[in-house]
């Protein structure tokens, strides 16, 4: 923060003979504390404390901090828009997973298109947004290939983006903010997108304002509201039983080492990341010849597909902790007898990789089989490829083309919803499937089928009760 002050005292310049140079000081004194600068040559010396001069000519405060006058001090505190965007990637990077760089990556892309000072010159735009997202925030490759920042998209971006103190305009933030309402094609961005883009946006500023770039988050003073956003669970993809066990069917017929894939989603609510990070030793079930027994999975973690440029490994995916949890944070689930046969025929026909990872890659392009051991984990591609082949086998024409089970995430959605409809607690609930009951109770509020009838057979009956002691009550008088 400045500190401005009018106590200023210039002296001359100082000649500094050397042996192979002079060079030349300017020396003045800011509230008491003496300040000095040095410089090759006379006429820069002479510039500068002319600079000095003038500001004390205008009236113009100096800053204690630094002993410059405050034009100057911001003059010198100037970075442009591009710059900082990149140090926030860099400030990020270490602390933060592969997916949530790619959304910063993301976002600042966004931002930096908006906020350029011209388009004169610009490279084509797919160019230049492909150079902002896979180089300049992106922390790795930009450390492993310097060389791009030669490159016309990378020079022209550095060169033409507002400066931080720009942004104290609301005009120019507004318009920054209005850049995350569209994507790329020019469509409605998804409300979940921009308030993501929204918070990468605030949180950038913010490090601006630490930084001492700003004296305050411009977005705090400006009437923006983030389209709302609701995480109530579409009651149209939720699959009943009866459709649930056809989808497994289905997928058991056409590629059976990924039955319990989906299996692990429907009856135990797990993620699609957390189902990839289980392994055998996660597996707590029953003896064999125990039928109709319950067992348990110990959620230990997730993994997460990043892509290679994005996480710290050399892989696509990485290994993380459960969804919002410590780093050592487990969860334990029932896993009901269905679950427990599919896990089992899943042990007994395919195996495990060489960790104990239950779901892992074992083809490879155009559906060839991989010689083992098997140690990569199920790629997205294709247990996305054979939930689509399910749904067309499983479902009606007029099912297929509606919501329902269009993700496979929608499994999970959908034993939430069975367990809330059961009749289990909604504390219990969210403890199985990893939620807060707030958050519980918010997403599946719709999802919830028989709530409504008897809460109003219990209002019924409180009003039937409260009538029947009025009577009761009258009748006395009246004796």
Not at 46 to 61: H, P, V
Not at 153 to 163: E, K, Q, V, Y
Not at 311 to 320: L, N, P, S
Request: glycine letters at 6%; a positive charge; proline letters at 5%.
């Amino acid at each position: 923060m400045t500190r401005p002050t009018f106590n200023v005292k210039i002296w001359g310049i100082r000649p500094n003979r050397g042996a192979r140079k002079t060079t030349y000081t300017v020396r003045w004194v800011v509230d008491g504390k003496e300040r000095q600068d040095t410089f090759v040559t006379r006429k820069l010396a002479d510039a500068f404390r002319s600079s000095l001069m003038a500001a004390i000519r205008d009236g113009e405060a100096f800053d204690a901090d630094s002993g410059l006058p405050v034009s100057l001090q911001r003059e010198r505190n100037k970075r442009t828009w591009y710059d900082h965007a990149c140090a926030f990637v860099d400030m990020k990077w270490p602390h933060a997973s592969g997916r949530h760089r790619k959304s910063i990556a993301e976002a600042l892309t966004t931002l930096t298109l908006a906020l350029v000072t011209t388009t004169r010159g610009m490279p084509d735009r797919k160019q230049l947004r492909t150079t902002l997202y896979t180089w300049s925030f992106n922390k790795a490759v930009r450390t492993a290939e310097p060389e791009r920042s030669t490159s016309r998209p990378a020079r022209w971006a550095a060169a033409n983006t507002i400066d931080l103190a720009d942004l104290q305009d609301p005009v120019v933030v507004r318009r920054a903010l209005d850049a995350l309402t569209v994507t790329s094609k020019n469509e409605p961005a998804a409300p979940t997108t921009i308030a993501r883009k929204r918070a990468v946006f605030y949180n950038a500023l913010r490090y601006a304002v630490e930084l001492g770039y700003l004296s305050g988050n411009p977005i705090d003073r400006i009437q923006w509201k983030t389209p709302k956003n609701t995480e109530e669970v579409d009651r149209r993809v939720v699959v009943n039983p009866k459709q649930a066990r056809s989808l497994l069917a289905a997928v058991r017929k056409n590629s059976p080492e990924l039955e319990a894939f989906f299996a692990c989603m429907y009856y135990a609510a797990l993620r699609p990341a957390e189902v990839l990070h289980l392994r055998q030793r996660n597996c707590n079930l029953p003896a064999a010849d125990a039928a109709d027994q319950w067992g348990e999975l110990l959620l230990t973690g997730s993994t997460q597909q990043v892509g290679t440029a994005w996480g710290d490994g050399d892989g696509a995916k990485e290994d993380r902790a459960l969804k919002h949890r410590a780093a050592n944070a487990t969860r334990i689930v029932p896993a009901s007898p269905d679950l427990v046969a599919a896990l089992r025929r899943h042990l007994a026909d395919f195996g495990t990789g060489p960790d104990g990872r239950l779901f892992v890659t074992r083809t490879g392009r155009f559906g060839r089989p991989i010689a083992g051991p098997y140690s990569s984990p199920v790629s997205t591609n294709t247990y996305s490829r054979v939930w689509r082949d399910a749904r067309r086998a499983a479902l009606t024409d007029a099912e297929a083309t509606s919501p329902l089970a269009r993700r496979p995430y929608d499994l999970r959605h959908a034993a939430v919803s069975l367990w809330l409809n059961s009749g289990v607690p909604a504390p219990q609930v969210a403890e199985w499937a990893g939620h807060s009951v707030a958050v519980l109770l918010r997403t599946y509020a719709k999802c919830i089928h028989g709530q409504e009838s008897i809460a109003r057979r219990r209002i019924a009956e409180g009003l039937g009760a409260e009538g029947l002691g009025q009577e009761d009550t009258d009748q006395d008088e009246q004796g």
